[in-house]
C-alpha cells in the first residue's frame, strides 16, 4: 500500500503563484508514476501533470501548460507542483496520485492510490 500527503493549499490572488508538495511512504516502489489531479463541486477529477520515473517527460493537461511545473525527488519520495499565473478557474480540491504504471492521458482510472486532497482556493 501506499499513502500520499499532501500539503501547501490555500487562498491566492489571480495571477499569484502556490506549490503543493506530496509525500509517499508505505511501499513506494509501487508508485512509479505520480501525478496530481483536481476536481471541483459537480465535475469529474481531472489529471492536471503527472510524471514517471527519473528521466520520463512530464504530461501536463492543456489547461495548465506553461504556467504548471511538476517536479520529483526520487530520494525523498516527493512530487510538488509548482502553480504560476493561478486563474479564477484553477481553483478546485487538488488530489496527489500514484499509479503502479506510466499513466501520461492523467486519466483517473488508472489510479491506484490518492491523497485526501488540498483545497487551492483563487480569488479576484
Known amino acids: 500500500q501506499v499513502s500520499l500527503s499532501e500539503s501547501g493549499g490555500g487562498s491566492v490572488q489571480a495571477g499569484g503563484s502556490l506549490r503543493l508538495s506530496c509525500r509517499a511512504s508505505?511501499?513506494?516502489?509501487?508508485?512509479?508514476?505520480m501525478a496530481w489531479f483536481r476536481q471541483v463541486p459537480g465535475k469529474e477529477r481531472e489529471g492536471v501533470a503527472g510524471?514517471?520515473?527519473?528521466?520520463?517527460?512530464?504530461a501536463y493537461a492543456d489547461s495548465v501548460k506553461g504556467r504548471f511545473i511538476i517536479s520529483r525527488d526520487y530520494a525523498k519520495n516527493t512530487v510538488d507542483l509548482q502553480m504560476n499565473r493561478l486563474k479564477l478557474e484553477d481553483a478546485a480540491v487538488y488530489y496527489c496520485?500514484?499509479?503502479?504504471?506510466?499513466?501520461?492521458?492523467?486519466?483517473?482510472?488508472?489510479?491506484?492510490?490518492w491523497g485526501q486532497g488540498t483545497q487551492v482556493t483563487v480569488s479576484s
Open positions: 510524471v514517471g520515473p527519473a528521466d520520463d517527460v512530464p
Open positions: 496520485a500514484a499509479s503502479r504504471y506510466s499513466v501520461p492521458w492523467l486519466g483517473s482510472t488508472g489510479i491506484h492510490y
Open positions: 508505505g511501499n513506494t516502489e509501487r508508485a512509479y508514476y
